[in-house]
């Protein structure tokens, strides 16, 4: 038999140590904090659920995504939740359903997904967000995208980027002014995703009516002017959503860099007509999406929503959010009230169990000499 070392955790799962475990635990409370300013409250969804609930809420969650087990007590699929989302929307369509709407709800835990992205290897990760539960209009997204950014912000984040695409803009194309058929349809998919102008074109000449699309990527202003031209090509087709866009846009502070990519659909999979990514400066991938999107009720119309979710964990590998707080050795027999005062102005306290111990050892820059603390 084989022996597994004590030390061995399962591919992508891994411990976070001192000082990350508490900066990533700061940035999750200012996040929080902020979102809360704002009317969100905070829900606790609990770490996996029935795989149906978790894959029947939201639009394409998909079962082979998820971290399953069997559950001995009901005998029924259990899944690690892979986003917070469908099981803020499971609580929104049960528990809280009849709360009024809109209805403002925050979260921040662990999700764990099957397998990890190209980017890092990490199946688990730190999720925050905020979802604004009864209406995806300009209005809800406005809210939504700027309270991403005040929360990144007051978290400390510089150099933000948000990436701004229309998740279900060829779909509706195609059911509309620009009819494909269904193998055309996931043809055209990979190629915008690939951005290959070259293959567009080669699929057939309804393919290549979508060539604009790949242009009207990049820095927004540029992008959004042609993609108004691609919709005045097509009577106005996609106005709308053009008008969507720019109203979100336009409360956006100049230090944002703003982009478009109409047609980006990674990451977007249950989202509809508006989604966007965020970046850092230096970080390499997102650290943050979010969109518009429905959550099903059972026997009624689903209900829009639209929310946004933070994975923080690249920001705290870089040493972001590294506070450390003074820390001072206090000596055996020392003044208890001076130390409860000293924590009260911010020290961290270390206090020796026994005569002789070492406080810088203990990682201490100060000891307490009788009253005032002294550096090493
Ligand atoms: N939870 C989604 C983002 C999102 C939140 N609300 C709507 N979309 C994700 O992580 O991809």
């Known amino acids: 038999m084989t022996m597994i070392p004590p030390s061995l955790l399962p591919e992508g799962l891994s411990d976070r140590l001192p000082p990350q475990a508490e900066a990533s635990a700061r940035l999750a409370r200012r996040v929080l904090d902020t979102v809360a300013t704002h009317g969100y409250e905070r829900v606790m969804p609990p770490l996996a659920e029935f795989e149906d609930t978790l894959t029947q809420r939201l639009k394409s969650m998909r079962a082979q995504d998820l971290v399953r087990a069997v559950d001995p007590v009901s005998q029924r699929t259990l899944a690690f939740r892979p986003d917070m989302t469908a099981q803020v929307g499971r609580i929104a369509a049960t528990r809280l359903r009849s709360a009024p709407r809109p209805l403002r709800l925050s979260y921040a835990g662990p999700v764990i997904r099957q397998k990890a992205s190209q980017l890092r290897p990490e199946r688990e990760k730190m999720q ?16 939504i995208v700027n ?3 005040e929360a990144l912000t007051a978290a400390g984040v510089t150099g ?21 058929g269904a193998e055309e349809l996931e043809a055209v998919r990979a190629e915008l995703d690939a951005k290959d102008a070259g293959a567009l074109v080669a699929i ?34 996609i106005d709308s959503r053009i008008a969507g866009l720019r109203a979100i846009a336009k409360p956006i502070g100049w230090d944002i860099t703003l982009t478009l990519d109409p047609t980006e659909r990674h990451g977007f999979e249950f989202q509809n007509w508006f989604g966007f990514s965020i970046f850092a400066e230096g970080f390499i ?86 009253s005032e603390p002294r550096a090493y």
């Open 128 to 143: 925050l967000g905020a979802e604004l539960i009864g209406s995806d209009s300009n209005a809800a997204a406005v809210e």
């Open 147 to 149: 309270i991403a950014i």
């Open 160 to 180: 933000i980027t948000i990436d701004f695409t229309l998740p279900d803009l060829i779909d509706a194309l195609a059911a509309g002014p620009l009819p494909l």
């Open 204 to 237: 057939s000449p309804a393919a290549a009516a979508y060539l604009p699309l790949i242009e009207a990527t990049g820095p927004f202003h540029a992008a959004m002017e042609r993609l108004e031209a691609f919709s005045a090509s097509l009577d106005g087709a």
């Open 285 to 370: 991938g997102e650290i943050g999406r979010g969109g518009s999107y429905a959550i099903a009720r059972a026997g009624e119309t689903d209900e829009p929503a639209m929310g946004f979710s933070l994975y923080p964990d690249p920001l705290i590998d870089a040493g972001f959010g590294d506070e450390r707080p003074r820390r001072l050795f206090l000596p055996v027999g020392h003044d208890a009230v001076r130390a409860a005062a000293l924590r009260a102005e911010g020290w961290h306290t270390v206090a020796a169990l026994a005569d002789g111990e070492d406080g810088a050892a203990q990682r201490c820059s100060h000891w307490l000499d009788g």
